[in-house]
């Protein structure tokens, strides 16, 4: 008796430790961008820091704006393409497919989520690029780039497809699994007498997806967004290779931009004293936005369960 406690109190205090050193190497990491993020935030203020645009190696002088502008306009971008296309996948997938297709779909979307980043950022540079530079970019230069007001920014005004559109193309493809997973299995637990009351009311099956399974499943259909969105704002590689790296401001969507993560990818090895201190501030804004997305998608997953 004696020894089948001290092993379940063993097992208890191992499980306890495995555990918490989750949260020791998350405080560590928060610790870490914090203390090396000090010397810049001190430097330059965080208000001025967050609202300055510079990014001046030879003056010493850098801001947060012009990344920060161009991480959450790429993750828009994307997911303004990739929910509707998501969305449309998984009603697909549980109301219409044909049995016979429908594992075939779901394990080709699954290997999209599994293919490296890295990939993606190679065939975006070798094939979307220069495919959207030949065909999509002036097809919306021609007709939304000629309104009145919002005309220029949709716009090529330079020659080449790597920039911030293309990005965001990137990260829309390999975010829609993530949000078409969830929202599949969202959609696959909707009771089945709701969906026979409903046709028992008379409502179609378009009805049915409208005013049934979609209310049912919007709680989680909101957490897989939000996830997706996390996913979106961390990416590096893909975005390194696709967004042109340029500090200067935007005029188009079809202009080359920075991330965060693009900037941190391709200075952090040269950089020092308060360009390193600065990149490590963009580390920590990063670490805080994904910290609270994931912390919001829970939450709305867990009120949905």
């Known amino acids: 008796m004696k020894g089948g406690i001290s092993k379940n109190l063993a097992f208890r205090c191992l499980t306890g430790l495995s555990s918490a050193s989750v949260l020791v190497v998350v405080a560590a990491m928060l610790a870490t961008l914090a203390w090396e993020s000090f010397p810049a935030l001190r430097h330059f203020g965080v208000l001025r820091f967050l609202s300055s645009s510079d990014w001046n190696y030879s003056t010493g002088t850098f801001g947060a704006l012009r990344p920060l502008a161009g991480t959450f306009l790429s993750t828009a971008l994307a997911l303004s393409v990739a929910v509707p296309v998501a969305l449309g996948m998984a009603v697909f997938l549980t109301e219409l497919c044909p049995h016979r297709l429908r594992a075939a779909i779901a394990a080709a979307l699954e290997l999209l989520a599994a293919i490296p980043s890295i990939i993606y950022g190679m065939w975006g540079l070798f094939v979307l690029a220069p495919f959207l530079e030949a065909h999509f970019q002036p097809l919306v230069s021609g007709t939304l780039g000629q309104l009145p007001v919002a005309g220029p920014f949709f716009r090529a005004r330079l020659a ?98 920075v991330t965060i993560t693009s900037v941190m990818a391709n200075e952090f090895n040269e950089a020092g004293g308060l360009q390193l201190s600065a990149l490590f501030s963009l580390a920590l804004i990063l670490f805080l936005a994904n910290f609270m997305a994931l912390s919001l998608a829970k939450r709305l997953l867990g009120g949905r369960r």
Request: charged letters at 10%; aromatic letters at 10%.
């Open 160 to 257: 080449g497809g790597v920039n911030l559109f293309t990005a965001s193309m990137i990260l829309a493809v390999m975010i829609v699994p993530f949000i078409s997973s969830i929202a599949r299995e969202a959609m696959s637990q909707v009771p089945a007498m709701l969906r026979e009351s409903s046709y028992g009311l008379g409502a179609t099956r378009w009805e049915t997806i409208r005013w049934v399974v979609i209310p049912f499943s919007k709680m989680a259909l909101a957490g897989g967004v939000i996830l997706a969105m996390g996913r979106a704002l961390g990416e590096t590689m893909a975005v390194a290779y696709v967004i042109g790296n340029r500090h200067a401001a935007l005029d188009s969507i079809f202009s080359p931009y």
